[in-house]
């Protein structure tokens, strides 16, 4: 298995700003990813965070806005950029182990 | 494109019924899991189910994989309370990538 942390848990921000989130494994893995669940709603694949290359973006998720760090294979992270009231969420990361993805506890984003 | 499509959406159970939760995706896959999710937590994993005909049980949840149907089921024996929550299948389309059905959020009244 594999145990996943993230920080921050939740954070209030203000439209136009941007917000990192970090995202730690706590073992090597060669897979990580980056979703988006609106409150009651299903999960969003935003992007595939590849170690030593750049992240492969899903439809609809672009680089400029969510730009993404895989500096080593325990590590990511994702900036929110240019934030607006639309980008309210819960942001997950989750990481490919033992056949199965595990995930972080979420970070919850509220945009003001 | 993938879709996985979950069925009901929502669902109100007495304890000690039993009910069954559907997963339907679009495209070939023989890759599929469960997760449980309470409300202002992340996910937990359920079960993974790599096989045509695949069977995981664990305490009062069966999971079944039929990959000819493209259907996945999630059976809940003699419901509990502490079973409340929401369920969520998942697709692997052999990328790697999860494709995430609607979820089903289950409510076992006492």
């Known amino acids: 298995s594999a145990v996943i942390s993230q920080k921050p848990s939740r954070d209030i921000c203000q439209r136009g700003t941007s917000l990192t989130i970090q995202c730690q494994v706590d073992?090597?893995?060669?897979?990580m990813f980056w979703y988006r669940q609106q409150p009651g709603q299903s999960l969003t694949l935003i992007a595939t965070?590849?170690?030593?290359?750049?992240?492969?973006?899903e439809s609809g998720f672009v680089i400029d806005k969510f730009p993404i760090s895989r500096p080593n294979l325990t590590f990511s992270t994702l900036t929110v950029s240019n934030m607006s009231p639309e980008d309210s969420s819960i942001y997950l990361c989750?990481?490919?182990?033992?056949?199965?993805?595990?995930f972080g506890p979420g970070t919850r984003l509220t945009v003001l | 494109e993938l879709k996985v499509e979950q069925n009901p959406l929502f669902l109100s159970m007495q304890e000690g019924k039993n009910y069954t939760i559907y997963c339907n995706y679009s495209?070939?896959?023989?890759?599929l899991y469960w997760y449980r999710q309470d409300p202002g937590k992340s996910l937990e994993s359920l079960f993974v189910?790599?096989?045509?005909?695949a069977v995981k049980q664990e305490g009062r949840l069966m999971a079944s994989l039929d990959t000819k149907a493209r259907l996945s089921t999630l059976h809940i024996t003699a419901a509990v309370h502490d079973l409340s929550a929401t369920y969520f299948c998942?697709?692997?389309?052999?990328?790697?990538?999860?494709?995430f059905g609607t979820g089903t959020r289950l409510k076992v009244l006492a």
């Open positions: 989750s990481a490919n182990a033992a056949d199965t993805q595990y």
């Open positions: 073992s090597q893995v060669t897979m």
């Open positions: 965070a590849n170690q030593g290359s750049e992240a492969t973006y």
């Open positions: 495209t070939t896959s023989d890759r």
């Open positions: 189910l790599l096989s045509n005909g």
């Open positions: 998942a697709v692997d389309d052999y990328t790697y990538k999860y494709i």
